[in-house]
């Protein structure tokens, strides 16, 4: 790949405050069965603590907030 094209790309990805910069899109199938993989690795059933799970939904909660305040930051 041209480096100006991914210099573009990154600077791009800054200005739009993206949480990843990818430069090559021919690997997005093969990350895609990778992350299938992982997601099929986590148990169905798992019974969880429903104190963790509180603090859990918090810790999701707080980084949306992080994510929504992040993209108002330009």
């Given at each position: 790949m041209d480096p100006l094209d991914v210099g573009e790309r990154v600077v791009s990805g800054i200005l739009s405050n993206e949480a990843y910069i990818l430069s090559h899109g021919e690997f997005k199938d093969e990350v895609r069965e990778a992350f299938a993989?992982?997601?099929?690795?986590?148990?169905?059933?798992?019974?969880?603590d429903p104190k963790r799970a509180a603090l859990e939904a918090m810790r999701r909660q707080a980084t949306i907030d992080a994510k929504r305040v992040a993209a108002n930051i330009q």
């Amino acid at each position: 790949m041209d480096p100006l094209d991914v210099g573009e790309r990154v600077v791009s990805g800054i200005l739009s405050n993206e949480a990843y910069i990818l430069s090559h899109g021919e690997f997005k199938d093969e990350v895609r069965e990778a992350f299938a993989e992982i997601i099929d690795a986590f148990p169905d059933n798992q019974m969880i603590d429903p104190k963790r799970a509180a603090l859990e939904a918090m810790r999701r909660q707080a980084t949306i907030d992080a994510k929504r305040v992040a993209a108002n930051i330009q």
